[in-house]
């Protein structure tokens, strides 16, 4: 009985949050929602079952299985609770709030969805460009096969979140057994729970978005190619990897098409760059310096692109025109927008000029979810102001250790994977640009576009806290250091606008003491580190 007691467990978490979860439909038949939600769960549990004992083995991780499990529940209900709060805290002009949903992409896409799977039409439909929910298709396809299959007698939109819910839990596995192969167990740890807890990608995979297929799917492609890498030397290397990878670039391919190509750059880079490559091993330096080479060659080209979004000439068609397109299509824009919504965007763009406006979007961009703005704004409803905070308060968690990974990665001289971290390091802060560029530093998509690679994001974060608790480095927390700097100065700034009381210091002048306390941290570390330096 005793052996048995997880799967008893089990049992009852299924049939009671199924039972929970019909009960929050008004209107549908609480039977047959029960049936369905169970069902669904049972699905979900037993794909992240077999998914374990294919990838981690009959082993029990504690730690892997907790962050797991944190994932899978945390996503599950929290898309169960905004779905019931949002249209009675939510704002009360948002049709999509009103109707239980967080971003408007979803709600519109899952209402196309529940239309689709009603009016008989084959699924194909939802690839043909007629539905404006999805550009690409797959996302809108698989909830109305969804619907279609399980639920056509009420529309249960917390059946979507369900699956989001068990695929994100699923990425989870995923980089941890990646993360283990490369760089060992303790870091392994830290990779797992940055993507179970990072907030942007729970309020993803708690809502009815394909970023969490996304998300899990490049988690995926990297742990096929840490397998690839595994034992290189050996006459019986396993091909097995190749499912994976088969398995996750078909699901970029119809999810979001751009990611199957960024996606094999970065794994092709990495690969390359691996000291258990041969071809790396036989000539190190020339490799390097051509991958790093080519690699800010296309940021380059990506940036360029992005400011001169508007020419005629970059417009294209075919495989590459609908990269170029989503990489450029929405910067004039997502630009006018964030003009309109920031006043302190505003102020920098009439006194420095259009001709800044793609630095400005840049380092906006960058700095979206703003954690200073979220926390002076008394003007929007509580439950958005702790959404926004927590999503802010999550990237900019991240953010330093990110910043301290790619300078670490520079100074860490006997590293033996030092260029891969180099090109880690380019290619994780690349793609924060390029996010900031196509979404215009808007707080809704930039961020969102961001959190595509945040599985390659928590490999180099976790290699930093690492490297930094190994070194004992004074570094990372000059670092954050400098960020609660960026932070107080700018709280202070937001909130002098909405209350009085406080004294209002000019943007400008507000940038120039933030910049001048961050650079004085900077340079007495250093001078610190030089001073032991020579009394060793």
């Known amino acids: 009985m005793k052996k048995n007691l997880p799967y008893w467990l089990v049992t009852v978490f299924i049939l009671l949050t199924g039972a929970i979860q019909a009960a929050g439909d008004e209107g549908g038949a ?73 971003f408007t992409d979803a709600y519109m896409r899952d209402r196309q969805a529940w239309e689709l799977a009603n009016t008989g039409e084959p699924l194909q439909t939802a690839f043909s460009g007629q539905y404006s929910g999805d550009q690409y298709g797959g996302m809108l396809a698989l909830e109305a096969w969804l619907y279609r299959s399980l639920s056509l007698d009420f529309h249960r939109q917390t059946l979507v979140v369900t699956l989001t819910a068990g695929v994100a839990a699923l990425g989870v596995i995923f980089i941890w057994k990646a993360s283990q192969i490369w760089r060992g167990r303790l870091l392994a740890n830290v990779a797992a729970w940055i993507l179970a807890l990072y907030p942007e990608s729970v309020l993803l995979g708690s809502s009815q978005m394909r970023e969490a297929f996304v998300i899990s799917a490049v988690a995926i492609t990297i742990y096929s190619l840490m397998r690839m890498l595994e034992k290189p030397d050996t006459g019986k290397r396993s091909f097995g990897w190749l499912g994976y990878l088969a398995v996750g670039m078909a699901i970029l391919a119809l999810f979001q098409p751009p990611m199957l190509i960024i996606s094999l750059g970065l794994l092709f880079g990495f690969w390359l760059l691996d000291t258990r490559n041969g071809l790396y091993r036989k000539q190190p330096h020339a490799i390097g310096v051509a991958v790093l080479f080519v690699c800010l060659l296309v940021i380059a080209l990506i940036v360029a692109a992005s400011i001169l979004a508007n020419l ?38 009439e006194s420095l000029g259009e001709q800044w406006a793609w630095l400005l979007v840049m380092v906006y961009g960058i700095a979206q979810p703003v954690l200073p703005a979220l926390v002076g704004d008394p003007s929007a409803a509580p439950i958005m102001r702790w959404i926004g905070f927590l999503r802010a308060a999550g990237w900019y968690a991240l953010a330093p250790f990110l910043v301290y990974g ?48 945040l599985a390659w994001q928590a490999l180099l974060a976790a290699w930093a806290w690492d490297w930094a608790r190994l070194k004992q480095d004074a570094w990372l927390g000059r670092w954050l250091m400098v960020e609660a ?52």
């Open 30 to 102: 609480w039977l047959k929602g029960w049936l369905v939600f169970s069902f669904l769960l049972a699905l979900v549990v037993g794909m992240l079952y077999v998914t374990w004992r294919t990838v981690i083995g009959r082993h029990l991780e504690k730690s892997l299985l907790l962050a797991v499990t944190v994932a899978f529940l945390l996503r599950l209900w929290v898309g169960a609770a905004l779905t019931q709060l949002l249209p009675v805290v939510g704002y009360p002009d948002s049709q999509e709030h009103q109707a239980g949903y967080t």
């Open 312 to 349: 005629p000439s970059l417009q294209s068609s075919g495989t590459l025109g609908i990269f170029g397109d989503w990489l450029a299509h929405n910067f004039a824009f997502q630009t006018y927008l964030t003009e309109r919504s920031s006043g302190m965007f505003q102020k920098l763009l």
């Open 406 to 453: 790619a300078l670490a990665s520079l100074r860490a001289r006997r590293e033996d994977r030092r260029v891969q971290l180099v090109f880690l390091s380019l290619a994780v802060w690349a793609w924060a640009i390029i996010a900031a560029f196509n979404g215009g530093a808007d707080r809704w998509d930039t961020p969102r576009y961001r959190t595509l690679l």
């Open 485 to 536: 700097v960026f932070v107080g100065m700018f709280t202070e700034w937001y909130a002098s606008r909405y209350f009085p009381s406080l004294p209002h210091v000019d943007i400008f002048a507000t940038i120039a003491i933030t910049l001048l306390l961050s650079v004085l941290i900077l340079i007495v570390g250093w001078v610190k580190d030089r001073r032991k330096r020579n009394q060793s």
